[in-house]
Structure formats: structure tokens, C-alpha cells
């Protein structure tokens, strides 16, 4: 069956700019996670959405970080006013919904910001 | 604060076995995940371990003492095709995620 889908693939924008990151979980997937991946390091959690709810958004780094999941499927993260150091690659992942569910990741979205 | 220590490379032979090592230090603990990640390609999963012990799956083995809040990757019968980073990841008590740094593998023929 299809894997974790995002989109777009690579996303290059100038420091300033609005942007947003999508992610297509595993269909029946309720957990849905997003991550921040620099070179040479671990993915860096950000948010954790169960269902359509945010059950910790504790890893957003400040308010110009968003992240939605209206329908409790499709999950979109919005960036704004970017800056050079928000270019990392960008990881959504999916479990079937238990607390000790493996995660699916997705491929992620390399975000530069010029 | 929240910390996960593995070594950052490791280096072996083709065919020979590896351990990676992965000491965490979290408010919480829930269980210790193992993922692989080769270079520019999505993290996948490889072993979770919830209780003390080895997990065996294939030529991949687990292991977790939760009284010495430290784990490990064994790998066996290396292959070229192992050559890729592994991250050690704990469910910590707010049942988030936090991950290693990664260790990089390299396999020498």
C-alpha cells in the first residue's frame, strides 16, 4: 500500500516568506508526527497529532511555526517570516495510533531559505 | 535535560558483527527504538524494546537494560548494504520521540 507522502519534495524560498509543508499519512493512521532534520543529526522532534488534535507541540522552536490537521488525516506545517536556519529537511511520520507503534517517516521536504 | 549518547561513527568489516551503543538520559521512559537511514533516504524502523532484554529479528538484534538506562544495536553478517546511519530513539514519559545524534556505519569490503 502507499507510505507516508509529502510534498513538495524540495522547497527553496527567501528569508521572509510564508511556507507550507504537506504530509498524506498512512490511510487509518490516527498519530502523526513532524520532525526537523539538520546534516549530521537526529531527526528533532516538533509535534505529535493524534487525531485532529496537537497532543504536544512542545518541540516547535517559536510562534512562526504552525502545524494543522483539520481532518485528522492530511497534515499541513506552516512556516512563516523564514530564516536561514529554519533549511533543514522536514519529516512527517505516521503510526497506526498506539503509543508504541512503529513510525512510518515519509521522504521530507528539503526546505532552503536563501 | 533530555540526552541520547551513541558514538557518532563505527567502522567494520563485510561480514563481521557490530555494536552500536546508545545511552539515553530522558524524564520518562517508555521504550528504546532502533532506526536505519541511508544517505539522503527517510528514517525506517528496525527494532523497539519496551522491557529488559535482547529482541532478535533476523540478522538484527536489540537489547535494553532499563536499570542502566542504556541499549544497543547488534548487527550480524554485515553487509555492504548496512553502510548507513542509525539512530537510537526513546518514548519519553510525555510519549514523545527524542532521537540520537546517529552513529554512522561504515562497512569496509
Known amino acids: 500500500g502507499a507510505g507516508v507522502s509529502q510534498t513538495p519534495s524540495n522547497k527553496v524560498t527567501e528569508k521572509g516568506k510564508y511556507v507550507e509543508l504537506r504530509c498524506d499519512p498512512i490511510?487509518?493512521?490516527?498519530?502523526l508526527y513532524w520532525y526537523r532534520q539538520s546534516l549530521g543529526q537526529g531527526p528533532e522532534f516538533l509535534i505529535y497529532?493524534?487525531?485532529?488534535?496537537?497532543?504536544?507541540d512542545s518541540g516547535l522552536p517559536n510562534d512562526r511555526f504552525f502545524a494543522v490537521r483539520p481532518e485528522g488525516s492530511v497534515s499541513t506545517l506552516k512556516i512563516q517570516r523564514t530564516e536561514r536556519g529554519d533549511s533543514a529537511v522536514y519529516l512527517c511520520?505516521?503510526?497506526?495510533?498506539?503509543?508504541?507503534?512503529?513510525?512510518?517517516f515519509g521522504p521530507g521536504t528539503r526546505l532552503t531559505v536563501l | 535535560g533530555q540526552s541520547l549518547e551513541q558514538p557518532s561513527e563505527v567502522t567494520a568489516v563485510e561480514g563481521a558483527i557490530v555494536q552500536i551503543n546508545c545511552t539515553y538520559q530522558?524524564?520518562?521512559?517508555?521504550?528504546l527504538s532502533w532506526y536505519q537511514q541511508h544517505d539522503g533516504g527517510a528514517p525506517t524502523f528496525l527494532s523497539y524494546?519496551?522491557?529488559?532484554g535482547l529482541e532478535e529479528t533476523g540478522r538484527f538484534s536489540s537489547f535494553l537494560s532499563r536499570s542502566d538506562s542504556y541499549g544497543y544495536l547488534l548487527l550480524q553478517e554485515l553487509q555492504m548494504k548496512d553502510s548507513a546511519s542509525y539512530f537510537c530513539?526513546?518514548?519519553?514519559?510525555?510519549?514523545?520521540?527524542?532521537f540520537g545524534k546517529g552513529t554512522r556505519l561504515h562497512i569496509l569490503p
Open positions: 511520520a505516521s503510526s497506526l495510533g498506539g503509543s508504541f507503534d512503529e513510525q512510518f
Open positions: 490511510s487509518g493512521h490516527t498519530a
Open positions: 497529532f493524534q487525531g485532529t488534535g496537537a497532543a504536544d
Open positions: 530522558t524524564s520518562g521512559f517508555y521504550g
Open positions: 524494546n519496551a522491557l529488559d
Open positions: 530513539a526513546v518514548r519519553d514519559g510525555d510519549d514523545k520521540i527524542i
